[in-house]
């Protein structure tokens, strides 16, 4: 299986311009998905995969001077940008993660990547039906998979989204959901505008990397007590 993780990642985000290289305690958001990336088993490379637009030539140079491998590509039609990383490549299982995620838990990805390499699946996600916090999307699919759904994209969402497709057309594809013990769907840990950097930044200062530190089952109870807790603070 010659696994890669792809990161999406771009710096025109209209809610949190240039997000992905703001800092907290000295790394950018991120360093701080990249790093996640580097604790997932099997990996066989670590791809961020961004835009050709002027605006990422900073994030490009930062990826370079931590060399860490990048690909080029469309602004809008994301599942093109991720159908051509896979491409160039040549990679059969793709991991799919956010470069907005830097809360994700390692362990429960590695978790989900043993279910997939058990179960004849097409792809091991907790998106069809969520119960797990936003910022903690499991997608983990075949190469075959993917091309195949590419090739069902008909409409300027799904070129934007790059896996709606597959959940349009949940029918065509072997998913396999996973279900988390309590729904924590309402939580967010993606960093879409200034509150959520806010309040990542605090989860970072007050606790550190409890996402590194603990296997999923107790990082989640973690993150319902902190979510609680700090939501509050950054709310003041």
Do not use: W
Request: charged residues 30%.
């Amino acid at each position: 299986m010659r696994l890669g993780i792809i990161i999406l990642a771009r710096s025109n985000s209209s809610r949190l311009p240039r997000k992905i290289l703001m800092k907290v305690k000295n790394s950018n958001l991120i360093d701080y998905v990249i790093s996640i990336a580097k604790k997932i088993k099997f990996v066989d490379k670590i791809i961020v995969s961004t835009t050709t637009k002027k605006s990422d030539d900073d994030l490009i140079k930062h990826l370079k001077k931590k060399k860490i491998n990048f690909f080029r590509g469309d602004l809008k039609n994301v599942s093109y940008r991720f159908l051509k990383t896979i491409d160039k490549y040549k990679f059969d299982t793709i991991l799919r993660l956010n470069g907005d995620s830097p809360l994700h838990s390692p362990s429960l990805i590695n978790h989900s990547l043993k279910i997939f390499k058990k179960k004849n699946i097409d792809i091991c996600t907790n998106v069809l039906k969520r119960s797990f916090p936003r910022g903690m999307s499991i997608e983990i699919m075949t190469s075959k998979a993917y091309k195949k759904a590419y090739k069902l994209i008909n409409t300027e969402h799904d070129k934007e989204n790059v896996t709606s497709v597959i959940y349009k057309n949940k029918k065509k594809f072997k998913i396999y959901n996973l279900k988390n013990e309590i729904n924590q769907k309402k939580i967010n840990l993606s960093v879409d505008t200034k509150k959520d950097f806010l309040f990542f930044n605090k989860i970072i200062l007050k606790y550190g990397r409890l996402n590194l530190k603990y296997s999923y089952k107790k990082y989640l109870k973690k993150v319902k007590i902190f979510n609680q807790s700090l939501d509050k603070e950054v709310a003041l």
